[in-house]
């Protein structure tokens, strides 16, 4: 194998941006495949669009999404989560 | 893990579209920093520039939704149809050593060492350039009406380079009495051409395996040579090879037609093309722009040389045309 080429003074960041538009692309890739799941749900009468649509009245996913924030966050910390050396 | 049809679609889409900002926005801002005075050395722009330009091209063929893990799990039924193809292969045939040291556009494996190789490369051309083809002929059609112009009674047609057939086409839908030969090293790329004439009902043209430098065919053979985005791919000795070769097999006062990559004498337009050169795997296209394509051909013979820029689509000449875009160039010239 050859290793890749580099075009940031770090090239920690050439990967890092890598793992970035992964990521990215993985995410619309989901994003196509939910609307292609909507439209058909819809076009058979299983799924209500503009139900969907509408601003939520409650927050029923708040813990679910704070917990989700918390393990995005939690890296920049820099804490070990179990005890080591340093 | 399989990559169904419409993920593959989507992933291919993302990275056009990534593509398409990258060619509309990204190149003028990296433009206008240079054009500013700053030092695009020690710029962040172009570093985000250069990054997205080796590695959209990376994602396209070997990411999670590239061409070519996408077509390897389709290889049973992709090899099958080519099997009755009808390209002429030369037996022990041996590919050069520049040929095989380099993936061409990080095409993993080239564009010859696998059967399949011929549809991953045909996929991918699709969307080479994100901005062509939605509003314009195909550049490959605008090629072959330039070279008819040129050479209107065309009846003996040597296309160099044919690749998977797509420069070729045009020319054998637009003379349909013409003899066109069309040769190429890659056996799967020339495996698909002959398939895809076929299949277009296509009777005057042979897709055959040959060394564009030392073909087969008796001197003064054809009315026109042509080729399209060959001659970067050669290194220089090759080059000068295949235009003597050219000259060998055209007819005293015909002509030889070629399109490919030619930049300016700006540094910036040199920099952004030689650096597309390293990123996308072509180490001989700074090579060719650095030939001295008018003398060496006044020295083989030719006359008449012309070497201008092409609109590859309508505007990409006009002066407030601001996005990236190759450096086309058209390289003409007549046998004395």
């Avoid at chain 1, 799924?47 to 708040?62: H, M, S, Y």
């Avoid at chain 2, 564009?111 to 490369?121: L, M, Q, T």
């Avoid at chain 2, 791919?233 to 097999?249: G, M, Q």
Wanted: proline share 6%; with cysteine.
């Amino acid at each position: 194998m050859i290793p890749e080429q580099t075009f940031f003074p770090d090239p920690a960041l050439d990967r890092a941006f890598g793992v970035v538009m992964a990521l990215a692309q993985e995410m619309w890739v989901l994003r196509d495949r939910v609307a292609g799941m909507e439209a058909q749900l819809a076009e058979h009468g299983v799924l209500d669009v503009k139900k969907l649509n509408e601003e939520p009245a409650g927050d029923e996913r708040a813990a679910e999404r704070e917990a989700f924030v918390a393990h995005l966050m939690q890296d920049l910390l820099g804490q070990q989560q179990a005890k080591g050396t340093r | 893990m399989s990559i169904d049809g419409r993920a593959f679609a989507a992933g291919q889409a993302f990275l056009l579209s990534a593509k398409g900002y990258w060619t509309r926005t990204l190149y003028p801002a990296v433009r206008a920093e240079h054009e500013s005075g700053a030092n695009l050395g020690q710029s962040v722009l172009y570093q985000y520039y250069c990054w997205l330009e080796r590695h959209l091209q990376r994602f396209k063929y070997s990411g999670r939704y590239g061409l070519q893990p996408y077509h390897a799990q389709d290889r049973a039924r992709l090899e099958k149809s080519l099997e009755a193809a009808p390209a002429e292969m030369k037996e022990g045939f041996e590919y050069p050593e520049y040929y095989t040291r380099v993936d061409i556009h990080q095409h993993p494996g080239g564009v010859w060492s696998d059967p399949i190789a011929g549809f991953v490369y045909e996929r991918g051309a699709r969307s080479t350039t994100p901005l062509a083809g939605k509003r314009h002929r195909d550049l490959h059609e605008r090629l072959t009406a330039a070279a008819l112009e040129r050479c209107p009674s065309a009846r003996r047609v040597l296309d160099m380079g044919c690749g998977f057939g797509k420069s070729t086409r045009p020319f054998y839908e637009a003379l349909p009495e013409a003899q066109i030969d069309a040769i190429d090293l890659s056996a799967p790329c020339l495996r698909l051409a002959a398939r895809d004439a076929r299949q277009a009902g296509a009777r005057g043209v042979r897709f055959r395996q040959m060394d564009c430098s030392r073909t087969d065919y008796p001197e003064e053979s054809f009315d026109l040579v042509t080729s399209t985005m060959l001659l970067h791919e050669l290194p220089p000795a090759i080059v000068e090879k295949t235009l003597a070769e050219a000259h060998r097999l055209l007819r005293p006062g015909a002509r030889m037609v070629h399109l490919d990559f030619l930049p300016g004498p700006e540094p910036f337009d040199q920099l952004i093309h030689f650096g597309h050169a390293r990123r996308n795997n072509e180490p001989f296209m700074e090579p060719l722009a650095r030939m001295d394509l008018p003398a060496l051909l006044e020295r083989l013979g030719f006359r008449k040389t012309a070497i201008h820029p092409f609109e590859e689509a309508d505007g990409t000449l006009d002066a407030g045309y601001r996005y990236w875009r190759f450096p086309w160039a058209l390289i003409s010239a007549e046998r004395w």
